[in-house]
């Protein structure tokens, strides 16, 4: 069965720390992984990952993908209070168009 | 341009009643997909719908359902609720299929089952 699991599941930060977010994943037929922001209701997108070591990096978000350890990270540098969310994982495989998601790591930044 | 709209934003209902929650994606999208979401379970994907067709279907009973009309508005029922149905259900729309298509996610309708 299709799976995606996040670490840690909880973390709580200083302002300015960098954080790791952790995702693997056992999917047949992977298409893509995708990351996204969930601050009250409505996920935000962050990135999209289809090949491995491509960094693809916002501001001070960045992500990569390894598919051939199946796991991919998400680096937050300098992190702010406004970075505090859910961040969640999902993972699309190439036979189906439904997003697999994690359960998604709970991120507090405190001043 | 007009995100995704989910209504309503909050219901309460009671074991046993049914209800129906509405997504209208973003205009020109035709494929809505459903999730819901759960403290413990995260994301679960309930179905996918494309062109007024049902794509996928996740793995929940058949007292969720589903449909898409025409204009790509989507409706999801759920009958006979239970305690366990209370979650925070999702919908998101994207353009079409395929790789590299991002999906948009509208604000989602919380539903309480008492």
Known sequence: EDKVVQSPLSLVVHEGDTVTLNCSYEVTNFRSLLWYKQEKKAPTFLFMLTSSGIEKKSGRLSSILDKKELFSILNITATQTGDSAIYLCAVEATNTDKLIFGTGTRLQVFP | ?114
């Open chain 2, 1 to 114: 341009k007009a995100g995704v709209t989910q209504t309503p934003r909050y219901l309460i209902k009671t074991r046993g009643q049914q209800v129906t929650l509405s997504c209208s994606p973003i205009s020109g999208h035709r494929s809505v997909s459903w999730y819901q979401q759960t403290p413990g379970q995260g994301l679960q994907f309930l179905f996918e719908y494309f062109s007024e067709t049902q794509r996928n279907k996740g793995n929940f009973p058949g007292r969720f359902s589903g449909r898409q009309f025409s204009n790509s508005r989507s409706e999801m029922n759920v009958s006979t609720l239970e305690l366990g149905d209370s979650a925070l259900y999702l919908c998101a729309s994207r353009s079409s299929l395929g790789q590299g298509v991002q999906a948009f996610f509208g604000q989602g309708t919380r539903l309480t089952v008492v």
